[in-house]
Antibody, heavy 120, light 110 residues
Framework: QVQLQESGPGWVEPSQTLSLTCTVSGGSITSGDYFWSWIRQSPGKGLEWIGFIYHSGSTYYNPSLKSRLTMSVDTSKNQFSLKLSSVTATDTAVYYC????????????WGPGTLVTVSS | QSALTQPASVSGSPGQSITISCTGT?????????VSWYQHHPDKAPKLIIS???NRPSGVSNRFSGSKSGNTASLTISGLQAEDEADYHC??????????FGGGTKVTVL
């Protein structure tokens, strides 16, 4: 079955760029039925949708993050990535990648998540 | 982007039924049947338990059921068990082609 795994630095300095990659195994990222998403959870808060990307490269972003956000996909590596610039302490969160079902907007499966702390 | 509204916590005794609400607007919950629910145990990946308001994925217990009325979706857990103690999150598609989550509900089994 499809599995997802996040990777990237666990610590980022304020004003720098947070970069994460999600590796998809057990299935192709080019499957036409799905999109690929990032979701985060800040300490003590609910889940926050960050955005999603299709294998074609089309993206949809959370309006509150759009000015700082770039998502990309590398079909040759079966990976997709997230870059969030000008980070502050409020970007400290567990970041999850997840597969989304196109046109139905549910997410399954999810990666185990990776904690990213923004601190000097 | 305003989150959907969920109660912070809900509790029940083993064997009881509980219901968690998820309130949005006509631009999200009320306008589309794209409401999903996720069970989230600490330090684990969230798990899809209900898709498209009331569909239960293969392998999910039939003790979980979903419904919607107007701008409010609901998740009911019947025959509450100790293993159901977790956080539950709802999500919905929104008319601006985005997705919004609720604030999450902590379920405690007494």
């Amino acid at each position: 079955q499809v599995q997802l795994q996040e990777s990237g630095p666990g610590w980022v300095e304020p004003s720098q760029t947070l970069s994460l990659t999600c590796t998809v195994s057990g299935g192709s990222i080019t499957s036409g039925d799905y999109f690929w998403s990032w979701i985060r959870q800040s300490p003590g808060k609910g889940l926050e949708w960050i955005g999603f990307i299709y294998h074609s490269g089309s993206t949809y972003y959370n309006p509150s993050l759009k000015s700082r956000l770039t998502m990309s996909v590398d079909t040759s590596k079966n990976q997709f990535s997230l870059k969030l610039s000008s980070v502050t302490a409020t970007d400290t969160a567990v970041y999850y990648c997840a597969r989304g079902y196109d046109l139905l907007y549910w997410f399954d499966p999810w990666g185990p998540g990776t904690l990213v702390t923004v601190s000097s | 982007q305003s989150a959907l509204t969920q109660p912070a916590s809900v509790s029940g005794s083993p064997g009881q039924s509980i219901t968690i609400s998820c309130t949005g607007t006509s631009s999200d919950v009320g306008g589309y049947n794209y409401v999903s629910w996720y069970q989230h145990h600490p330090d684990k990946a969230p798990k899809l338990i209900i898709s498209n308001v009331s569909n239960r994925p293969s392998g999910v217990s039939n003790r979980f059921s979903g419904s919607k009325s107007g701008n409010t979706a609901s998740l009911t857990i019947s025959g509450l068990q100790a293993e159901d103690e977790a956080d539950y999150h709802c999500s919905s598609y929104r008319s601006d082609s985005t997705v919004v989550f609720g604030g999450g509900t902590k379920v405690t089994v007494l």
